[in-house]
């Protein structure tokens, strides 16, 4: 079984967070002239996955409640912008969609190949993702429909990587696989949350000198997986 990560890892929100604003910004309120690096610092703190020891179980039941849990950073954003009040509300409002614009989303080109190349030989998959409640619409509008046997998603269950939790149900849901790896490009996520429930992990994208396997690419952490 191969756990994968996906945002950063499998597939990019160009601009990420920080474009997302960026765009209503352009659109909505032009005369507000911010770049990504006035932005950016907004949005360091309070999203679910920047406190992963503590469970957010009360918002997996409705994403729009999950969703909600959000606005008071963007309101902030947009007012530390130099937006007004009732403005910044109404584009709090909007980050939802412009998140989720399909056309904002691609795969890393060595995505398709590797996933691929896994499933000839006769490997599972599953998505392991700190992600927003449309991880399943954003994974199919990249047409990754039929390439992975579940998706676990820390908004729908509540835990964020590298909560144990999080690890205990995909461990369920593998069926306790022999042999297991996660793949991802968080060294706390993805390499030390795994490692803590005796996953092996391999860093990708990111390098981290600590890091047991670290891999520029996927090409390169399939063939640590070929070694094994």
């Not at 604003?21 to 920047?50: C, E, K, M």
């Not at 069926?175 to 996520?189: E, K, L, Q, R, V």
Request: hydrophobic fraction near 50%.
């Amino acid at each position: 079984m191969i756990l994968w990560d996906s945002d950063g890892t499998l597939a990019i929100r160009e601009g990420g967070w920080t474009g997302a604003l960026g765009d209503l910004l352009a659109v909505h309120a032009p005369d507000i002239a911010a770049t990504p690096d006035q932005i950016r610092p907004f949005l360091q703190a309070g999203f679910p996955w920047h406190e992963p020891h503590t469970p957010h179980t009360h918002l997996n039941d409705d994403p729009a409640m999950w969703w909600r849990a959000l606005d008071p950073i963007f309101v902030n954003a947009f007012e530390g912008l130099g937006v007004a009040r009732k403005r910044a509300v109404d584009l709090a409002r909007l980050v939802r969609a412009q998140y989720l614009a399909p056309a904002a989303w691609r795969l890393f080109d060595d995505v398709l190949p590797a996933l691929r190349a896994l499933a000839e030989h006769g490997w599972q998959q599953m998505i392991v993702s700190n992600h927003v409640p449309e991880l399943p619409q954003i994974v199919s509008e990249l047409g990754l429909d039929n390439m992975f046997a579940a998706i676990i998603n820390s908004a729908t269950i509540g835990y964020e990587k590298p909560h144990p939790a999080i690890y205990q149900c995909v461990l369920q849901m593998a069926g306790h696989a022999d042999p297991i790896w996660m793949i991802g490009d968080s060294y706390n996520a993805d390499v030390l949350g795994a490692q803590a429930a005796g996953i092996p992990a391999i860093l990708v994208r990111k390098p981290h000198p600590q890091a047991p396997y670290a891999c520029a690419d996927l090409s390169a952490a399939l063939a640590v997986i070929e070694q094994y």
